[in-house]
């Protein structure tokens, strides 16, 4: 190890490394609060400028961090805020975490990943490490960003070092808090990976590394698909099992008692946000390169994507026997809008399907989720 890496890692060690964080977002701001409270300092940015204000103001735009931990972490000069991508150069370590959608043909939207890694490329410098946290397929960060990022002489594994650490949070669940959830490393060479390692071994519970950042991008999309296809296995079997007049809620409570072997899923309206409906088929577009298909993956988007029309016939056979009427006319209280409890992220949310087909059909639907005082 040279003698300019050992002092990188010494200067995470001793928490005297200066932390940057790209995407102020449901993963970048609870980061970079993290960081904070372990004693480091940081800079956040973002090319919205509307975040930047809102933070500078003592305002909170995610529902589960409060206004006042962005406003003391400013206030004692441990958090910047900012738009300005050359400061870029002020930082030891850069941590990237913008979205990564999928197109019109359900295709990877890399475009955020690219726009970041050649804004923040002209002001890197050597000796910083760069860790992309965003949900890809496995091949994205050496063959997608380092090239960018070596555009400027820059390279990987001699003058900056490159890793890939999927973010790993749940929004609105107390019990999982950034610093509480193990953090998975993959480095593009050794020396990376031992940075990476180091960088998130002062912030989490536990750093778990693995051998390239193709294993630890693999590890992030296993952990969806494995959600995914478990949960449109549960939304079939539900289906199934009230044709039978079963109750699909007893089923899993009596059979989650067994000790070994399961693992309770539940049924619900569908698939949402920013995970689970999405990142399955980042897989599916890289197997399709190796000459592969992921029929499991299709099948349980297919399922899922099936269930809002499944509840609204369930809820047009119950108004039918209920008082004879259909939906046409009928005044509908869709109670909830966010894709999960506790959260004003209503992306991917299967609420809007909803409203969509009750709505087709003659209903006239209001909603109330008091995280979500106003329909995006």
């Known amino acids: 190890m040279s003698a300019e890496i050992a002092q990188l890692r010494e200067s995470f060690e001793i928490k ?116 992309l946290e965003s949900t890809t397929y496995p091949g994205t960060s050496s063959e997608i960003l380092k090239p960018i990022l070596e555009k400027n002489g820059l390279k990987s594994g001699e003058d900056l070092f490159l890793a890939y650490s999927p973010e790993r949070e749940d929004p609105g669940h107390p019990n999982f808090a950034t610093a509480s959830i193990p953090k998975v490393v993959g480095g593009d060479g050794p020396d990376a990976s031992t940075l990476a390692t180091a960088l998130y071994d002062q912030i989490v519970v536990k750093t778990i590394p693995v051998t390239s950042m193709e294993v630890a991008e693999a590890v992030k999309l296993t952990e969806n698909i494995f959600r995914s296809v478990n949960i449109a296995m549960v939304n079939e079997l539900k289906v199934i099992y009230d044709k039978m007049g079963i109750d699909i809620w007893e089923v899993i409570e009596a059979a989650k008692s067994k000790p070994f072997g399961y693992m309770p899923f539940y049924p619900g309206p569908g698939l949402g946000g920013h995970c689970i409906p999405i990142d399955p088929f980042y897989l599916t577009y890289r197997a399709k390169q190796f000459g592969e298909d992921t029929r499991f993956i299709e099948l349980a988007g297919e399922i899922n994507t099936q269930m809002p029309a499944h509840v609204v016939g369930v809820l047009q056979a119950a108004l039918k026997e209920k008082s004879g009427s259909d939906l046409k006319g009928a005044s509908i209280l869709l109670i909830g809008l966010a894709y999960k409890k506790n959260v004003n992220d209503t992306r991917e949310s299967p609420a809007f399907m909803l409203m969509e087909i009750m709505e087709s059909q003659g209903a006239e639907v209001a909603y109330f989720d008091p995280f979500v005082p106003i329909l995006p």
């Open 16 to 131: 005297s490394a200066k932390i940057g964080v790209t995407g102020l977002g449901y993963v970048g701001l609870p980061l970079i609060l993290t960081f904070v409270d372990k004693g480091f300092t940081t800079i956040g940015f973002d090319i919205d400028e509307t975040k930047v204000t809102a933070l500078e103001n003592g305002q909170s735009y995610i529902s589960h961090i409060p206004g006042e931990a962005t406003t003391t972490a400013i206030s004692e000069g441990q958090f910047l805020p900012t738009t300005d991508f050359s400061k870029i150069a002020g930082v030891d370590a850069i941590l990237i975490c913008v979205p990564t959608p999928l197109g019109e043909n359900q295709e990877p939207d890399l475009s955020y990943v690219v726009s970041t890694g050649e804004l923040i490329a002209p002001y890197m410098r050597a000796g910083q490490l760069v860790v």
